[in-house]
Structure formats: structure tokens, C-alpha cells
């Protein structure tokens, strides 16, 4: 990959994560590089394989990183702990997960970028799902209590956007870690 890709890649994403899907524009993504856009087109044929290929790039990162911090524990308190660390992060450097902003924005997305969102989920619920596997007395099943966690994690920090205070990742926090004594 090109150096001038990976920057505009990494723009993106930084844009993304700061505002919304709008923020990545071929536009703002050549003003941010110090490049026309036309030169960014050169190194994105569209702007719908541009948002695909970020997800799925963001996909990778997020769980390998994920995982390392995770890899010396099976312990599910301290994986859902490891998780909610990583929303925790975003909020105090002001980010959002991708997939919030990608879901934000629906009408913008074509059928791959809606299909890259939901990829992204179903491994996050997946990956909620594993983390909970030697939990036990958990009040519904865990397929869709994994469901309830990634949506109370997204969620709140959706809503923490509006604050400096992380209240609602913190509400969060204490109702994932009170769920039962794994």
C-alpha cells in the first residue's frame, strides 16, 4: 500500500471517528492530505470501497488489539472489562466506534458498506458471546445478552458524546459487572 493511501486511510478514519461518515469526503479527505481530490480518487475508485475497506481494516485492528489485551484471561469479567475500556478510551480522546458512525448514517451507505457494519457487529456480539462462554447465572441467554452489551456500550458512548462525564459508559460498566459473580 502506498504511503499516501494509508495516510488518506488513516485521515479518514481519524475523521470519522472525530464527526461522522460526512467528514471522510473525498473533499475533506484531499484537503486534510493537502491534495486535491482528485487525487484521492486516484487511490479510492469510489467513496462507497473507500468506507468498506475502512471498516474492514478498523474489523482487523480492533479485535487483534482486543485480543492481545485479552489473550492471558478467560475470565469474563476482566474480557468485558478489557472491551469496555476501549469504549472508555474513545470517550476521553472524543471518538466514536465506526460502526456507530456508519450506523448514524445509513442512507449514505451502499449495500457493502451496510454488510462491512453488520460484519463488524455480529463479530463484536461474537466476541461478547466467547467472553461469556464460562459465565454463568446470567439473566437471559448469551447470544442475546451479548446482543444487550454491545448495545449499552454503543449507546453509551453515543450519549457520553454530549459530555465530558462518561455517566452512561459508567452506568454501563457497573450493570455489565454486576450481571453475576463470573
Same mark, same amino acid.
Given at each position: ?32 492530505? +493537502? ?45 468485558? +472489562? ?72 454503543? +449507546? ?27
Amino acid at each position: 500500500m502506498s504511503e499516501t493511501r494509508a495516510q488518506l486511510k488513516h485521515i479518514a478514519i481519524d475523521q470519522i471517528q472525530q464527526a461522522n461518515l460526512a467528514a471522510a469526503s473525498f473533499r475533506e479527505l484531499g484537503k486534510a492530505a +493537502g491534495i486535491k481530490s482528485s487525487s484521492v480518487h486516484y487511490h479510492f475508485q469510489s467513496r462507497e470501497r473507500l468506507l468498506t475497506e475502512l471498516l474492514q481494516d478498523y474489523d482487523l485492528k480492533f479485535f487483534a488489539e482486543l485480543d492481545a489485551a485479552t489473550a492471558s484471561t478467560h475470565r469474563p469479567r476482566l474480557r468485558l +472489562g478489557a472491551l469496555m475500556d476501549v469504549f472508555e478510551h474513545y470517550h476521553t480522546h472524543r471518538r466514536q466506534c465506526m460502526s456507530l458512525a456508519y450506523a448514524a448514517s445509513p442512507h449514505e451507505l451502499s449495500d457493502a458498506n451496510l454488510h462491512a457494519v453488520q460484519t463488524f457487529l455480529e463479530h463484536m456480539e461474537r466476541w461478547v458471546e466467547d467472553a461469556l462462554a464460562k459465565a454463568s447465572l446470567l439473566p437471559i441467554p448469551k447470544d442475546q445478552l451479548a446482543r444487550v452489551i454491545v448495545s449499552a456500550l454503543e +449507546g453509551a458512548l453515543l450519549f457520553d458524546r454530549l459530555t465530558d462525564e462518561p455517566k452512561h459508559l459508567n452506568a454501563a460498566r457497573s450493570w455489565i459487572t454486576s450481571l453475576s459473580s463470573y
